[in-house]
């Protein structure tokens, strides 16, 4: 079945430090990988994505993702954490099916909570 | 910058009664979708459509829902008579058909609170 699992379900850190949100699917066919940001009352902004070559992705917002096939992960990183960053982040999978729609199956999103 | 658009931003409706959440996709993309994200829980995909036609659903959309694409803007999620459960963020997306890799992603609109009381 496809899937995808956050395992973290809510981050904090401090200003400064490092950040890492993890990301694993299960996804039968070849993967295309997404990270997407949402700011409370707001939509999904798209920070990143992955659909092959270099398995280092970067984004925006100073984000950079690692696509690491033999642990089905796609774990979402930021070396220096804003008080601007803190949002729900929703990891997503999907694939370009011709008969099919290419829909998005996201995971349960990590809130990421940032203090001074 | 283009991007998707949906109206209303809230929608308090009674249980019971239809609502028409609509939303206007970027312009030169093919693909269309809705997604719905109940309070606190993760985004679910509801439909896509493509060609006039919906070319997957989840088992979530059922028949008391529907989509169209009235004219060459609009794309519309109709619920025929509403519950309680159905209240959530909906969230409407859309994907160009070009080659390369801007054709595999899907640009959502803001979202549309719908309220059922």
């Known amino acids: 079945a496809q899937s995808v699992t956050q395992p973290d379900i809510h981050i904090t850190v401090s200003e400064g430090a490092s950040l890492e949100l993890r990301c694993n699917y299960s996804?039968?066919?070849?993967?295309?990988l997404f990270w997407y940001v949402q700011s409370p009352g707001q939509g999904l902004q798209l920070l990143l994505k992955?659909?092959?070559?270099?398995?280092l992705v970067q984004g925006i917002k100073g984000f950079e993702a690692e696509f690491k096939r033999s642990q089905s992960s796609f774990n979402l990183r930021k070396p220096s954490v804003h008080w601007s960053d803190a949002a729900e982040y929703f990891c997503?999978?999907?694939?370009?099916?011709?008969?099919?729609?290419?829909?998005?199956?996201f995971g349960q999103g990590t809130e990421l909570s940032v203090k001074p | 910058e283009p991007e998707v658009t949906q109206t209303p931003s809230h929608q308090v409706t009674q249980m019971g009664q239809e609502v028409i959440l609509r939303c206007v996709p970027i312009?030169?993309?093919?693909?269309f979708y809705w997604y719905r994200q109940i309070l606190g829980q993760k985004v679910e995909f509801l439909v896509s459509?493509?060609?006039?036609?919906?070319?997957?659903k989840s088992e979530i959309f059922d028949d008391q829902f529907s989509v169209e694409r009235p004219d060459g803007s609009n794309f519309t999620l109709k619920i025929r008579s509403t519950k309680l459960e159905d209240s959530a963020m909906y969230f409407c997306?859309?994907?160009?058909?070009?080659?390369?890799?801007?054709?595999?992603?899907?640009?959502f609109g803001p979202g549309t609170r719908l309220t059922v009381t």
């Open positions: 997306a859309s994907k160009s058909r070009s080659r390369g890799t801007e054709s595999y992603e899907q640009y």
């Open positions: 996804y039968g066919a070849t993967p295309y």
């Open positions: 992955y659909f092959s070559g270099d398995t």
């Open positions: 997503a999978v999907g694939g370009l099916i011709y008969n099919q729609g290419g829909k998005l199956i």
């Open positions: 312009s030169n993309h093919l693909y």
């Open positions: 459509f493509y060609n006039n036609e919906i070319s997957e």
